[in-house]
């Protein structure tokens, strides 16, 4: 939902500001099913932005340099994983 609310307030014209926290606390699990669960989670949502609306509207109106920033720092680095992989075999 945050996504969401971000691409909207973007194609309204709208700014916001980014700032960075850091929480120290007690370690977490980075067995190997915990990290695969996390990427896994992240790559259906990628998935699932990439064939919205917003997302479209975005696209159209951002200049091909951001454009291809946007691209690959979403769907693109998923999907440039797979032609590495593809590649290696």
Not at 42 to 69: C, D, F, H, K, S
Request: include cysteine.
């Amino acid at each position: 939902e945050d996504v969401f609310a971000g691409l909207d307030l973007t194609l309204r014209g709208g700014w916001t500001t980014y700032k960075e926290y850091f929480h120290v606390g007690k370690g977490r699990d980075m067995g190997f099913m915990s990290v695969l669960s996390f990427f896994s989670k992240v790559a259906m949502g990628n998935g699932e932005q990439a064939i919205t609306r917003q997302w479209l509207r975005v696209a159209l109106g951002l200049p091909l340099p951001r454009l291809l920033g946007v691209f690959y720092t979403h769907i693109g680095f998923f999907l440039n994983q797979c032609l590495v992989n593809w590649a290696m075999k």
